[in-house]
């Protein structure tokens, strides 16, 4: 195994459902934090998490805690996407704005991939660790007692000092913290994502400009409907994305199969190019039509003992649109680690508590930033941004993009726990 830098061991014993990226993240922060980790999926080869999706993006905030984890930044950068720009069109194909994002390297790197190949290499990393990952693993319910939280899992009751639920949207775990179940609402939008071979469109006079000189990466804005696409590996490889006005016509599934001719359907009227793309998806391609789901803030993200949480997805799913539902959930995962390495085996709850009070403000401000992205481009007053063009770029603040979650945890840690109501470390 190789020696990575390593806290001294903290004696607290930590399971964490769900190896998303949330999940398989907050382990090696938590291994990085000297505590023990086992880590549940219920895939029974990692294979059926790599092989789908599309485009993920890490912005500065969630990427540069990938240069705390060896050799992981490096790995990424290699199949990232290469630009510091996006291109942004009229639904008609007028040209409107370049925004650039080259100022935002003094923040940190911008990681944007397919998202498993993305999740491969932080896999890896995971497993050279010698992280205690567990594929196979079905839980059905959790539990907890003032002294331990735990799982049952492929019908048998497993323990630790801390059970952090890291399963999406429709994780058990909510019902301990809600009290009860809750079902996930529809958003009132869907998105279709496609992902083939940038040769598949290098030959078409229309497209070729988007894969024969590098990546690139631009966006149609639309009435109720945005359309990006962007090219990667130098134009080896080629994704769309659109997000519309979901019409029910599909069911609760990130793997939902798309169909070309529907598509077109939506962009009917559209610039050609936007057209022409969507027909030159091969049919060997990976189409899916996705659902936005929607749900309301929860009061909380802990159960009422303080033994179990909720991350990521599971306790705050984001809009596309936000740009920062993988990034907050690499900030979940750091925050905790270091909340229990602060606290103490003997002060878990305590920790599990500053976990929240630290994360709370901050994530329901982020999801809110998914809403007024969506808005400004689907509803755009195109009379208005002709006068100022930079009027629909992607807000880009300082405040959420320049942030280091861990040292920030580090800083405000005893501030917060002296902060804390009905909640004292044991001395």
Not at 72 to 77: D, F, H, K, L
Not at 189 to 216: C, E, Q
Not at 245 to 257: K, L, M, R, T
Request: charged share 25%.
């Amino acid at each position: 195994m190789p020696d990575f830098p390593r806290r001294p061991e903290s004696g607290i014993n930590v399971i964490i459902v769900g190896a998303g990226f949330a999940g398989i993240s907050a382990a090696i922060e938590c291994h990085r934090k000297g505590h023990s980790v086992i880590l549940l999926e219920k895939s029974d080869a990692i294979e059926e998490i790599t092989r789908f999706g599309d485009i993920i993006s890490f912005d500065p905030n969630g990427a540069r805690n990938f240069e705390r984890w060896p050799g992981v930044i490096e790995a990424m950068q290699k199949v990232a996407r290469q630009t510091s720009w996006l291109d942004l069109y009229h639904w008609k194909g007028d040209f409107v704005t370049r925004q650039s994002f080259a100022g935002e390297k003094k923040w940190g790197p911008r990681i944007n991939g397919h998202r498993g190949e993305l999740y491969s290499i932080i896999y890896e990393h995971a497993r050279a660790r010698d992280i205690d990952i567990r594929l196979g693993q079905r839980v059905t319910d959790y539990f907890e007692n003032d002294e331990k939280a735990g799982v049952v899992v492929n019908g048998e009751n497993m323990e630790a000092d801390i059970v952090i639920a890291a399963e999406g949207v429709r994780s058990r775990g909510r019902k301990i913290v809600l009290g009860f179940d809750d079902r996930p609402k529809s958003s009132g939008y869907a998105v279709y994502r496609a992902w083939f071979p940038g040769d598949a469109i290098a030959k078409n006079d229309m497209l070729k400009h988007l894969v024969v000189d590098g990546d690139t990466h631009s966006g149609w804005l639309g009435p109720d409907l945005h359309f990006l696409a962007s090219s990667l590996k130098g134009g080896k490889e080629f994704n769309w994305v659109f997000t519309h006005v979901d019409d029910g016509n599909i069911e609760e599934s990130w793997q939902f199969p798309g169909k070309v001719e529907e598509c077109l359907k939506y962009v009917e009227g559209w610039a050609p190019i936007v057209r022409e793309i969507v027909k030159s998806t091969p049919k060997t391609g990976r189409l899916i039509d996705h659902k936005l789901v929607f749900r309301d803030p929860l009061p909380t993200f802990i159960s009422p003992k303080s033994r179990i949480a909720l991350i990521g997805d599971a306790a705050h799913p984001f809009l596309p649109t936000s740009i920062q539902g993988a990034s907050q959930s690499i900030e979940d995962g750091v925050v905790l680690a270091a909340c229990l390495e602060l606290a103490g085996k003997t002060n878990v709850t305590l920790a599990v508590n500053a976990f929240e009070k630290i994360r709370y403000e901050r994530v329901h401000k982020a999801q809110a930033m998914g809403v007024k992205t969506r808005e400004k481009w689907h509803k755009a007053n195109w009379d208005a941004i002709r006068e100022t063009p930079e009027a629909i770029h992607l807000t880009r603040e300082a405040w959420l993009l320049n942030f280091d979650a861990e040292a920030d945890c580090y800083e405000r840690y005893d501030e917060v726990i002296a902060g804390l109501n009905g909640v004292k470390a044991k001395l």
